[in-house]
Structures are given as C-alpha cells and as structure tokens.
C-alpha cells in the first residue's frame, strides 16, 4: 500500500501561495492521489484529486510529478480560513477506503 | 453538491447508555458511507464501511458488536455505540461516496463529538 510523508506543519503569508508537498514514492500505477482538509473541529473537507495530470479547481491546484513520486497542493492566495491540516492521501486496497496520515498544519498569518 | 450531514453535533451521555449518529447525504444517494473516529490531536481512524442493504465491513480492532452500523437506505446510515464507557469519548465523522468504484470521492460530515460521563 502507498504511503505519503508530509511535513508536521508550515507557514505562509496571507495572500501569498501555500504549495504543500507531499510524498508518495511507492504509490501504484493506478491509485489517484486525494487531498483533503480538517479545519478545528471539523469534518474534512475535499479539495481536489488526481491520477497523472496536473488538476486545477476554484479551490486549489495539484501539481504531480511525471514519476507520481510526488505532487504538491497550491492554494493560489492564502487566506487566514485556509488555516487547517492538509491530508494528502494515496487510496489504498480495493473498496474506495482512505487512510489518514498526521496531515500538515498550514498556519496562515496576516 | 454533495452535501453530508449529521445528527447530532454533540451529545453527552452516561456510562452504560446506547447513543445513535445519524449520517444522511442530502443532495445525492450514497452506496457506500464510512465511519471514522477521531481523539484529541489524532487523525481520523477508519472504523467501518457500509454499504446500502449490505452488513457493514468493520476495520480490525473495531468491535463490530458495540458500534452498530444500518445503512438501511441510499441516503441514511446511522451508528450506535452500545453500552457506551468514557473511553468511547470521541469525534465521530461519516463519510459518503456515489458508488463502491475505487477512487470514487468520499464527501465527509461535519462530525459528532461524543462525550460519554
């Protein structure tokens, strides 16, 4: 089963791009990389997936590398609600389960 | 679209006493729904997968005879913890997915936080 490392938690300037990365270098030739996110005490939010292609929505965008070892999460101009853990999660096994890692708390400050 | 809701948000109970969650998918018919649980500072843990008129998949470790799980309709599973002690004390949160294909995205809830006293 693929796993990801990210970093524990990182910074960024309000209105300026928060790019989090994520690596997957064991993941599978057909498994999609999902980005997700937990604001306080809540439910987690989807973001955006991907399986070769760069993808872009009103949210964010993803950028994978050509290897899929990795990709990196842009949200294009941070704002303080941004602030949150950032799960980026490869699917494991059959049957549509995700897995959880410890995610990357983004902090944005003004 | 894809709206995921549950009820309650909260809920405080005494030791020994069963309490049920409510998952409903508001805007889209769900065949599958996970249950996750959440402590302090932790990551969301998988407890089941259900899916619609089928008995739910319980992951290892999750006793599947104190957390009851119905997923009776395309729209609704509920979640019962039975006989519920304080180290059941949690966050609860559901998810939802269109169909069983992998891959297809899961649209999450805003999460029960359950105290038990």
């Known amino acids: 089963d693929a796993k990801t490392t990210q970093p524990t938690s990182m910074d960024c300037a309000e209105g300026r791009a928060a790019n989090l990365p994520c690596n997957h270098s064991?993941?599978?030739?057909?498994?999609?990389v999902y980005w997700y996110r937990q604001i306080h005490s809540q439910g987690p939010q989807y973001i955006i997936h991907?399986?070769?292609n760069n993808e872009t929505n009103e949210m964010a965008s993803l950028i994978i590398t050509e290897d899929r070892k990795s990709s990196t999460l842009i949200l294009p101009h941070a704002t303080l609600r941004d602030t949150a853990v950032y799960y980026c999660i490869v699917r494991v096994g059959y049957g549509n389960k995700l897995v959880f890692g410890a995610g990357t708390i983004l902090r944005v400050k003004s | 679209g894809a709206v995921v809701s549950q009820h309650p948000s909260w809920v405080i109970c005494k030791s020994g006493t069963s309490v049920k969650i409510e998952c409903r998918s508001l805007d889209f018919q769900a065949t599958t729904m996970f249950w996750y649980r959440q402590f302090p500072k932790q990551s969301l843990m998988l407890m089941a997968t259900s899916n619609e008129g089928s008995k739910a998949t319980y992951e290892q470790g999750v006793e599947k005879d104190k957390f009851l799980i119905n997923h009776a309709s395309l729209t609704l599973s509920t979640l019962t913890v039975t006989s519920a002690h304080p180290e059941d004390s949690s966050f609860y949160i559901c998810?939802?997915?269109?169909?069983?294909?992998?891959?297809?995205?899961?649209?999450f809830g805003p999460g029960t936080r359950l105290t038990v006293l």
């Open positions: 991907g399986l070769k």
């Open positions: 998810s939802a997915s269109r169909t069983r294909v992998w891959a297809d995205t899961q649209y």
């Open positions: 064991t993941i599978s030739g057909n498994e999609y």
